[in-house]
């Protein structure tokens, strides 16, 4: 995918779950050797060869309009890895954060280095209040890792050995008329339904290229919320001259745009990205972010969404 990314070669560890994981056994695997043991956990190889660790919120009980979020939904922490060179990488990531938290995360983030680029709300009304920090950095994959890491210490993140996932389950969930409705599949995580539609265009920041696993593909979650329904969220991704069609598509099926804003600061073309929610019957939902996603540049499935 991006044309300087390098590949890993073949030393990679397959987790239980069937995902690739850099692992701390890799032996000198320039230049994200050391990345998974400063970060005290595995990454999930995706294309163009990004590793993305994930820090779910587990410890955080978030309620919006009577539902409390699954970390899988809202409220799950993450940074990409892209190797630039053979001691170089770029990274990009999104932190999940209390109020109490940001002053303290974003002076250890601004003492090694590693720069903000957002910072806002996703959701509206959800208790207690969360905010989402966006951060990049481009250098020595370790020392960024180890910068995040301490810089997570310093919040309530479980940093530990993290627990086994959990199990999918498509039983609260019609996950096959959801992705016949919105024209493409997700994969579950958990009872979490997540949908991931790259853009069409080639995304680029200082020159270089930026894979949509580095954060600018549109995300769509799905949470059963009980008798055929569930809550969503996630973000549309977005130029400029979509923005206002993508509201009124979401909003004449009952989708509530919540936020809207940048993540990156140098990005080319100039993206906006914009936060929803919504808790109703799943399929209808999909059907009404089908809508949104056809005033997009998105790669889609031929299929349509059905009238």
Same mark, same amino acid.
Not at 14 to 27: E, H, M, N, R
């Given at each position: 995918m991006s044309s300087v990314a390098m590949r890993f070669g073949t030393a990679l560890l397959?987790?239980?779950?069937?995902?690739?994981?850099? /692992?701390? /056994?890799?032996?000198a695997q320039a230049p994200l050797a050391g990345v998974a043991d400063a970060l005290g956990r595995g990454g999930a190889e995706q294309p163009g060869g990004v590793v993305r660790f994930s820090f779910?919120?587990?410890?955080?009980?978030?309620?919006? $309009?009577?539902?409390?979020?699954?970390?899988?939904l809202a409220l799950g922490s993450w940074v990409a890895f892209q190797p630039m060179g053979p001691r170089e990488a770029v990274a990009m990531g999104d932190l999940v954060l209390l109020e109490s938290e940001v002053a303290g995360v974003m002076r250890a983030l601004q003492g090694g280095g590693v720069e903000q680029t957002a910072l806002h709300h996703h959701v509206l009304g959800e208790s207690p209040h969360v905010l989402y920090m966006h951060v990049s950095a481009h250098g020595d994959p370790v020392k960024i890792a !180890?910068? +995040?890491?301490?810089?997570?210490?310093?919040?309530k993140t479980p940093l530990g050995t993290p627990a086994a996932p959990a199990p999918p389950s498509a039983?609260?969930? $019609?996950?096959?008329?959801?992705?016949?409705?919105?024209?493409? /599949?997700?994969?579950? %995580?958990?009872?979490v339904y997540q949908v991931s539609v790259p853009r069409r265009e080639r995304i680029t920041e200082r020159g270089h290229e930026v894979p949509p696993s580095m954060g600018?593909?549109?995300? +769509? %979650?799905? !949470?059963?919320?009980? %008798?055929?329904?569930?809550a969503i969220t996630g973000d549309f991704v977005m130029r400029a001259e979509e923005v206002n069609a993508v509201i009124r598509a979401l909003q004449s099926h009952g989708i509530t745009p919540t936020a809207l804003h940048s993540h990156m600061l140098e990005e080319s073309p100039r993206l906006f990205f914009m936060h929803f929610w919504a808790n109703d019957n799943a399929v209808t939902l999909a059907k009404g972010l089908r809508a949104g996603l056809d005033q997009t540049a998105s790669k889609m499935a031929v299929t349509r969404a059905a009238p």
């Open positions: 397959v987790s239980a779950v069937g995902a690739s994981v850099v /692992s701390s /056994s890799l032996a779910p919120r587990s410890d955080l009980t978030v309620v919006v $309009d009577g539902v409390t979020l699954k970390p899988a !180890q910068t +995040i890491r301490g810089a997570l210490g310093t919040t039983a609260e969930l $019609d996950t096959a008329g959801i992705a016949a409705a919105l024209g493409v /599949s997700g994969k579950l %995580n958990g009872v600018v593909a549109t995300a +769509i %979650n799905f !949470q059963p919320t009980g %008798n055929g329904k569930a």
